[in-house]
């Protein structure tokens, strides 16, 4: 989840590199503010993960990426 219906959420993930700290950021524009309410829920919605999903399933080769440099 959540389903895909136009990609326009997956068009708008944005992303931060700082290779000199080798650290990142990720989360969505703000032309996309539901990616968060679906990611986290909401009071009437049940969340439905899948920013951080992803995250946790790409740190291993992330992890295995940055100790390559």
């Given at each position: 989840?959540?389903?895909?219906?136009?990609?326009?959420?997956?068009?708008?993930?944005?992303?931060?590199?700082?290779?000199?700290?080798?650290?990142?950021?990720?989360?969505?524009?703000?032309?996309?503010?539901?990616?968060?309410?679906?990611?986290?829920?909401?009071?009437?919605?049940?969340?439905?993960?899948w920013l951080m999903?992803?995250?946790?399933?790409?740190?291993?080769?992330?992890?295995?990426?940055?100790?390559a440099m």
């Open positions: 989840p959540p389903h895909k219906r136009s990609g326009w959420l997956q068009r708008h993930v944005l992303y931060e590199l700082d290779e000199a700290r080798l650290t990142g950021r990720v989360g969505v524009g703000a032309s996309a503010p539901y990616g968060l309410f679906l990611d986290q829920g909401t009071r009437r919605m049940q969340p439905r993960p999903a992803t995250a946790q399933r790409v740190m291993p080769r992330l992890r295995e990426l940055a100790g």
